[in-house]
């Protein structure tokens, strides 16, 4: 079935570092991919969002690289700060369907200060 | 301009009973989600809602899981007969119509079944 999937599920960077978060997606058909971030006791937080007629995007400090050849969604953190400590989530989506967004079980990332 | 609402914050009840949990969306969002969130997982899709539309429950777990929104705003997520494995956060969101629009969350209801 349908499965969006992190290859490591805690990352530890020093603070300043620049973090990588991947994800793996397995539908084929999904054309829109999220990142959001959640904070402790917080609900997610979008962060950036990417279409599949682009391979990359720009945000404050984050980059999302979409490559649809092997299905693989990345989230670069430039210079990670402790605010960035949190878990990291992508999700995928079809734009022709009924908006259902499907999420992955996350990373958590940890900065060491 | 207010967030996502949701109340409770937190619910503990005994095994069988019903629980109700609700959201209020932001003010001019037709579209309404929830999701639950077991610890350590990621969030699973429960229900949508969108305008006068109707929802999509292809992610309820089961009949004893339901929701309704009223007037298009405030949305009950019901869980009738509840089992221990309903323990989990259960997270609202809303955004705009539209499938590129930002999904914005509510804090969550964390719900725990004795």
């Known amino acids: 079935g349908e499965s969006v999937g992190l290859h490591l599920p805690t990352l530890s960077v020093q603070e300043g570092d620049n973090s990588i978060i991947n994800c793996a997606y397995s539908?084929?058909?999904?054309?829109?991919f999220i990142w959001y971030k959640q904070e402790s006791g917080k609900g997610p937080q979008f962060i950036i969002d990417?279409?599949?007629?682009?391979d990359k995007r720009q945000g404050q400090r984050v980059t999302v690289l979409l490559n649809k050849t092997v299905k693989h969604l990345s989230l670069q953190i430039a210079a990670t700060q402790p605010g960035d400590s949190a878990v990291y989530f992508c999700?995928?989506?079809?734009?022709?369907?009924?908006?259902?967004?499907?999420f992955g079980t996350g990373t958590k990332l940890q900065v060491i200060p | 301009g207010a967030g996502v609402s949701q109340s409770p914050s937190n619910k503990v009840t005994e095994k069988g009973k019903d629980v109700e949990l609700r959201c209020d969306p932001i003010?001019?969002?037709?579209?309404l989600y929830w999701y639950r969130q077991s610890l350590g997982q990621g969030l699973e899709f429960l229900i949508y809602?969108?305008?006068?539309?109707?929802?999509?429950k292809s992610g309820l777990p089961s009949d004893r899981f339901s929701a309704e929104r009223t007037g298009g705003s405030v949305s009950t997520l019901t869980i009738q007969r509840t089992q221990q494995e309903d323990s989990a956060v259960y997270l609202c969101?809303?955004?705009?119509?539209?499938?590129?629009?930002?999904?914005?969350f509510g804090p969550g209801t964390r719900l725990t079944v004795l």
């Open positions: 990417i279409r599949s007629n682009m």
């Open positions: 003010s001019g969002h037709t579209a």
């Open positions: 999700a995928e989506t079809f734009s022709g369907g009924y908006q259902k967004v499907t």
């Open positions: 969101a809303s955004s705009q119509s539209g499938v590129y629009n930002e999904q914005f």
């Open positions: 809602f969108q305008g006068n539309s109707a929802p999509d």
């Open positions: 539908n084929s058909a999904s054309d829109y």
